[in-house]
């Protein structure tokens, strides 16, 4: 199950841990959102056993077993623009998304 980092998101992964004492960025996906599903991001010192985790550049982002199948073939992008600086996942496997881009519908 493919899922990737573009060197954006990997750069801003390597400063968000560093300035938090995280080893890696947490992806999930929870029920939520305005379109079904929401992209939460969080902080985790480890990976679990059922985890999945990517690496790119030196950065290290970990999905669960329960997420990565609704993101499988994603890539993961921080964007840093007019709206404002967020990670952006651009899922092939979502049908809409909400306009802010945290959620999303299968």
Do not use: W
């Not at 980092?5 to 560093?18: E, F, Q």
């Not at 499988?72 to 840093?80: F, N, P």
């Amino acid at each position: 199950m493919d899922l990737s980092l573009t060197d954006a998101a990997a750069d801003r992964i390597k400063v968000l841990c560093l300035e938090n004492k995280a080893a890696m960025v947490r992806l999930t996906v929870d029920g939520g959102g305005c379109s079904g599903f929401q992209y939460v991001f969080g902080f985790a010192k480890g990976a679990n056993l059922e985890d999945t985790v990517i690496e790119h550049n030196g950065a290290k982002l970990v999905v669960d077993g329960v997420s990565l199948p609704l993101i499988a073939g994603s890539v993961v992008d921080y964007v840093d623009g007019l709206s404002g600086a967020h990670f952006k996942v651009i899922n092939p496997k979502a049908t809409a998304s909400c306009g802010c881009g945290t959620s999303f519908s299968l």
